[in-house]
């Protein structure tokens, strides 16, 4: 699953790839208007046709379609977006559709399910498995922050904001202008509440008259939200690997920074009982040996597989990734020897692209809401959505005096909570100032839906959506939540545990839900 936060904390890149990511623009929700409702009406009337994807390599039993939504839901003539679907047939007896949000934000769909797909096989006996490409990112309209060219020099470390504050937080606001150049019109309209509403099109494009979803990490969000707007439309939903809906962006940044502290001192441990471990066979030693590594990379980065350098939080960014399953830390390891004693930084860059080379996109002039071409996908998609996302759904909004009054304690927070994450997650506090306020839908409307019961997954070492986060989202929707708490470890559950895999299948495809408060323990994966 992908991180929920941002990729890049140093300024010194701050118009590009992560860095980038600490500007955005957009509101996230539509303009209220006076008159009457929009009409939806030719929206809601297409069907998907769906047809052999295109490309080489992928599964020869995913198929491919699109939809066209509009790119402002208050004035629906003003111009359209397709969005890039993708789905597995119903291989028995056909009962609808089960929609999938892989998470992010910023996560594409489709290359997702082209790689992990299988993992929903058992859900095809009776359903089409439908997963897609959201406003913003992968081949939906993608938004980016530039190829690296327009990079705004800071000379500071994006922490202490040097002895010239003002002048940094102008370089932010110039970042924010790059970003909205380079990603045109649907940047304003990114956002979870929108990305909620293009999937009710969907719903209806397949021909659901309820939807059935499964949503991991950032998509539990995704999936409250369309709870809260579309009540009467909520089929069977499950929720794994549960988000906030209330915490600032800065909070976030705290837990994830101390989750991920403590799966990369589980990792450190594990890795040091191997004679071929790069750090040693000293747990404590190699737990510093980590925290030089990214200083010296920050400090002399090495050229990356892509030609740009490969800097020490592109490092952590990457580690990030392949913290978030036990069964990558093999995968890990040897990429780190790689880099350590080749400078070789294939294999770990790797674990920040999903395990597939970033698509890149040439600059060809202002989007015009058709699908791109997966090779024209820009490299920085992902951080620059996930910024764009966060912000358009969180409404708060320091100044640039709070921001320099407070930064200094939020430095020292960030960096007990973590000394390699840290610094990384510290750019939340920055990523959306001087931007438009988000909504506040979210925070203030979410909760008390009137639904069927949904099936919320909490996992006990999740080191990107801490379990209270499960609990503390169940409260907020109401008698409609069921948590099924999951005791063991890595982000989300259903990939890693047979246990809530099983029923997240069978309340999918049956109703059956399991008793609220229920667990799935390491013995539960023994069962054949």
Same mark, same amino acid.
């Given at each position: 699953?992908?991180?929920?936060?941002?990729?890049?904390?140093?300024? %010194?890149? *701050?118009?590009?790839?992560?860095?980038?990511?600490?500007? @955005?623009?957009?509101?996230?929700? =539509?303009?209220?208007?006076?008159?009457?409702?929009?009409?939806?009406?030719?929206?809601?009337?297409?069907?998907?046709?769906?047809?052999? *994807?295109?490309?080489?390599?992928?599964?020869?039993?995913?198929?491919?379609?699109?939809? !066209?939504?509009? @790119?402002?839901?208050?004035?629906?003539?003003?111009?359209?977006?397709?969005?890039?679907?993708? $789905?597995?047939?119903?291989?028995?007896?056909?009962?609808?559709?089960?929609?999938?949000?892989?998470?992010? =934000?910023?996560?594409?769909?489709?290359?997702?399910?082209?790689?992990?797909?299988?993992?929903?096989?058992?859900?095809?006996?009776?359903?089409?498995?439908?997963?897609?490409?959201? $406003?913003?990112?992968?081949?939906?309209?993608?938004?980016? *922050?530039?190829?690296?060219?327009?990079?705004?020099?800071?000379?500071?470390?994006?922490?202490?904001?040097?002895?010239?504050?003002?002048?940094?937080?102008?370089?932010?606001?110039?970042?924010?202008?790059?970003?909205?150049?380079?990603?045109?019109?649907?940047?304003?309209? +990114?956002?979870?509440?929108?990305?909620?509403?293009?999937?009710?099109?969907?719903?209806?494009?397949?021909?659901?008259?309820?939807?059935?979803?499964?949503?991991?990490?950032?998509?539990?969000?995704?999936?409250?939200?369309?709870?809260?707007?579309?009540?009467?439309?909520?089929?069977?939903?499950?929720?794994?690997?549960?988000?906030?809906?209330?915490?600032?962006?800065?909070?976030?940044?705290?837990?994830?920074?101390?989750?991920?502290?403590?799966?990369?001192?589980?990792?450190?441990?594990?890795?040091?009982?191997?004679?071929?471990?790069?750090?040693?066979?000293?747990?404590?030693?190699?737990?510093?040996?980590?925290? %030089?590594?990214?200083? #010296?990379?920050?400090?002399?980065?090495?050229?990356?597989?892509?030609?740009?350098?490969?800097?020490?939080?592109?490092?952590?960014?990457?580690?990030?990734?392949? @913290?978030?399953?036990?069964?990558?830390?093999?995968?890990?390891?040897?990429?780190?020897?790689?880099?350590?004693?080749?400078?070789? !930084?294939?294999?770990?860059? !790797?674990?920040?692209?999903?395990?597939?080379?970033?698509?890149?996109?040439?600059?060809?002039?202002?989007?015009?809401?058709?699908?791109?071409?997966?090779?024209?996908? =820009?490299?920085?998609?992902?951080?620059?959505?996930?910024?764009? +996302?966060?912000?358009?759904?969180?409404?708060?909004?320091?100044?640039?005096?709070?921001?320099?009054?407070?930064?200094?304690?939020?430095?020292?927070?960030?960096?007990?909570? #973590?000394?390699?994450?840290?610094?990384? %997650?510290?750019?939340?506090?920055?990523?959306?100032?001087?931007?438009?306020?988000?909504?506040?839908? +979210?925070?203030?409307?979410?909760?008390?839906?009137?639904?069927?019961?949904?099936?919320?997954?909490?996992?006990?070492?999740?080191?990107?959506?801490?379990?209270?986060?499960?609990?503390?989202?169940?409260? $907020?929707?109401?008698?409609?939540?069921?948590?099924?708490?999951?005791?063991?470890?890595?982000?989300?559950?259903?990939?890693?545990?047979?246990?809530?895999? $099983?029923?997240?299948?069978?309340?999918?495809?049956?109703?059956?839900?399991?008793?609220?408060?229920?667990?799935?323990?390491?013995?539960?994966?023994?069962?054949?």
């Amino acid at each position: 699953m992908l991180a929920k936060l941002s990729t890049r904390p140093k300024l %010194r890149r *701050c118009a590009v790839t992560g860095a980038a990511g600490l500007v @955005l623009l957009g509101t996230g929700l =539509p303009a209220a208007t006076d008159g009457p409702e929009p009409d939806l009406t030719r929206f809601y009337e297409q069907k998907v046709a769906w047809a052999k *994807c295109p490309g080489e390599g992928l599964p020869k039993d995913m198929q491919c379609g699109k939809i !066209t939504v509009p @790119l402002d839901y208050a004035h629906p003539k003003a111009g359209t977006l397709d969005l890039a679907l993708a $789905r597995y047939r119903a291989t028995g007896e056909k009962r609808g559709s089960v929609l999938v949000n892989f998470g992010g =934000p910023g996560g594409a769909g489709v290359p997702q399910f082209a790689a992990g797909g299988k993992e929903f096989m058992e859900l095809t006996d009776n359903y089409d498995i439908v997963t897609f490409d959201p $406003r913003g990112v992968g081949r939906s309209s993608p938004v980016s *922050c530039g190829d690296g060219q327009e990079d705004i020099e800071v000379e500071d470390d994006g922490t202490e904001l040097g002895g010239d504050p003002q002048h940094v937080l102008r370089q932010l606001e110039k970042a924010a202008d790059t970003c909205a150049r380079h990603s045109g019109p649907v940047l304003p309209h +990114i956002g979870t509440v929108n990305a909620s509403r293009d999937m009710d099109v969907m719903r209806e494009a397949v021909g659901d008259e309820k939807l059935n979803y499964l949503g991991f990490s950032y998509g539990t969000r995704l999936g409250a939200v369309y709870a809260a707007q579309f009540p009467e439309k909520v089929g069977r939903l499950a929720l794994d690997g549960v988000d906030t809906l209330t915490e600032p962006l800065t909070e976030q940044g705290l837990a994830g920074a101390r989750g991920q502290q403590k799966a990369l001192d589980e990792f450190v441990n594990w890795c040091v009982k191997d004679i071929a471990c790069p750090f040693g066979q000293d747990a404590r030693e190699a737990r510093k040996m980590v925290v %030089r590594l990214v200083d #010296s990379l920050d400090e002399n980065p090495v050229p990356s597989a892509f030609g740009e350098p490969f800097t020490g939080q592109d490092l952590v960014g990457a580690i990030g990734q392949a @913290l978030y399953s036990e069964e990558l830390w093999p995968s890990l390891e040897r990429a780190l020897a790689s880099l350590i004693e080749d400078g070789d !930084t294939h294999a770990i860059e !790797t674990f920040a692209t999903g395990g597939a080379a970033p698509w890149r996109r040439e600059e060809t002039g202002e989007p015009d809401g058709g699908l791109v071409d997966a090779e024209d996908v =820009p490299l920085d998609n992902l951080p620059a959505a996930l910024t764009a +996302i966060n912000c358009a759904d969180d409404p708060d909004r320091p100044n640039g005096e709070q921001i320099v009054g407070n930064l200094d304690r939020l430095r020292a927070a960030y960096e007990q909570a #973590s000394p390699v994450f840290g610094p990384y %997650r510290l750019t939340e506090v920055l990523m959306c100032y001087g931007r438009p306020r988000g909504t506040d839908f +979210i925070r203030d409307d979410v909760k008390d839906v009137d639904t069927p019961k949904m099936l919320l997954v909490g996992t006990r070492g999740d080191p990107a959506t801490p379990y209270r986060w499960t609990v503390e989202t169940a409260k $907020r929707l109401g008698s409609s939540a069921v948590v099924l708490d999951n005791k063991g470890s890595g982000h989300t559950g259903y990939a890693s545990s047979k246990c809530v895999h $099983r029923k997240v299948d069978t309340f999918l495809l049956y109703g059956t839900l399991p008793a609220d408060g229920s667990s799935c323990g390491p013995e539960d994966d023994r069962e054949s």
